[in-house]
């Protein structure tokens, strides 16, 4: 079993920052990436950023610039710093892991996805 917990969503005013935080925990033989996904209601889950196992960063168009992605390898944990917030970026924010499961032998098996349970984020004056 593998744990996601989130943490640092809020409402905060247009311009402001807020930093989340999602660390993963249970039976991880490595991870792949690390990312974030929002959903604003009544629209589908989007990208935002995600981090490859070599450090490599990928960000939505819409926040590039803006929001950072980092990542704790010693805590499985990634983080997600956000400036410059706009009412846009109002969404819950889900992290999502995908890694290689360890299995009771302490092997690497097999490679699957899991998602937090999501923080919300409101960007309002």
């Known amino acids: 079993q593998v744990q996601l917990v989130e943490s640092g969503g809020g409402l905060v005013q247009p311009g402001g920052s807020l930093r989340l935080s999602c660390a993963a925990s249970g039976s991880i033989f490595s991870i792949n990436a690390m990312g974030w996904y929002r959903q604003a209601p009544g629209k589908q889950r989007e990208s935002v950023a995600i981090m490859a196992s070599d450090g490599t960063t990928a960000y939505s168009d819409s926040v590039k610039g803006r929001f950072t992605i980092s990542r704790d390898h010693d805590k499985n944990t990634v983080y997600l710093q956000m400036n410059s917030l706009k009412p846009e970026d109002t969404a819950a924010y889900y992290c999502?892991?995908?890694?290689?499961?360890?299995?009771?032998?302490?092997?690497?098996?097999?490679?699957?996805?899991?998602w937090g349970q999501g923080t919300q984020v409101t960007v309002s004056s």
């Open positions: 999502y892991l995908n890694f290689v499961y360890r299995n009771l032998f302490g092997k690497a098996s097999f490679s699957t996805s899991d």
